[in-house]
């Protein structure tokens, strides 16, 4: 076969990958309500195993075993890790799940592959004397300043995930009660306490920055940019490092750092694993329970530096 018969074979193939892979994410949508951070990833994973396919002149309805094998091993030549080796094998199993489940194939060529050995590692945190530092970071006599101190102390207060937080709709806060009402993953929807100091902080914000803000325009998401719009992901991200820089913090810090920070924090001052499960929104225990591990690490630390014989 010419390299032009293979080039052009390869599109063909990727644009008939292509369609099954839609149909897979639509299914995918349907039946479990995903977000589409996680879908996008479903999809980033799958195209990436198709487009190798298509070079090798195959495709995903063709695929065997040791095609999926040959294709784990080019992606640990290129450098990847071992985390990242083992999330695109959980694509592609549920990818072959799915067409096995549709009548499509009768034999599901992923099923015999063991993922890769991970170790568990502790997630990056704050102590609680450099999440004060970065509260007060924000210059709270400016409206951008008041709503960066807001959005920080509810961050920090109720543990959201960052596209909890930019997504959290003024409809959903009750300043009266002390809870937000959060959409989570899957759809799932939990209430969280905020606590007095996080409340202040919004009562302030929406009372003298929010208005300002949007000069008149409406929106109905809490937290919102001089433009009238709702905050972004990406904007809260840069947000967060500026200050972060701003007070000597020079960790890798992101949103989900200090989600982590609220987390290992609470389990310090003795907050039970439970009650920590379903503040964070994790539908499976094992996943909380990673910030006991922190929280053990940290008594570790304090038992060492004040235990005469530490």
Not at 158 to 187: I, Y
Not at 244 to 256: E, F, R, Y
Not at 270 to 285: K, Y
Request: hydrophobic residues 40%.
């Amino acid at each position: 076969m010419s390299d032009s018969d293979r080039a052009l074979t390869a599109n063909v193939l990727s644009a008939q990958d292509s369609g099954l892979i839609d149909r897979f994410l639509d299914a995918l949508w349907m039946e479990q309500g995903l977000s589409k951070n996680t879908l996008a990833a479903y999809r980033s994973d799958l195209q990436k195993l198709a487009s190798w396919l298509a070079s090798n002149e195959s495709t995903l309805m063709n695929v065997r075993r040791n095609d999926l094998l040959a294709y784990l091993a080019h992606c640990v030549t290129q450098g990847m890790h071992a985390r990242s080796s083992a999330r695109i094998l959980s694509s592609v199993r549920r990818l072959y799940q799915y067409l096995v489940r549709e009548g499509a194939l009768t034999e599901d060529p992923s099923a015999r592959i063991e993922s890769p050995k991970l170790g568990r590692p502790l997630p990056k945190t704050l102590t609680e004397e450099e999440v004060e530092h970065l509260l007060q970071a924000p210059d709270v006599e400016s409206s951008l300043g008041l709503r960066d101190r807001a959005m920080l102390e509810v961050l920090y207060a109720t543990g959201l995930r960052v596209s909890e937080l930019v997504g959290l709709e003024v409809a959903r806060v009750s300043l009266s009660q002390g809870v937000v009402r959060v959409m989570g993953k899957g759809s799932k929807e939990r209430l969280v306490p905020l606590g007095e100091e996080a409340l202040d902080w919004i009562t302030r914000y929406q009372n003298e920055s929010r208005p300002e803000l949007l000069s008149g325009r409406v929106c109905s998401a809490l937290f919102v940019t001089r433009r009238g719009d709702a905050m972004t992901r990406q904007a809260f991200w840069y947000l967060i490092k500026r200050h972060a820089l701003n007070v000597g913090i020079h960790k890798p810090l992101s949103p989900h750092v200090m989600r982590h920070a609220f987390a290992s924090h609470l389990l310090n001052h003795g907050a039970d694993l439970r009650v920590l499960q379903m503040l964070l929104g994790h539908s499976d225990l094992s996943t909380t329970q990673i910030y006991t591990h922190v929280a053990r690490e940290r008594l570790k630390e304090m038992h060492a530096i004040h235990h005469p014989r530490g």
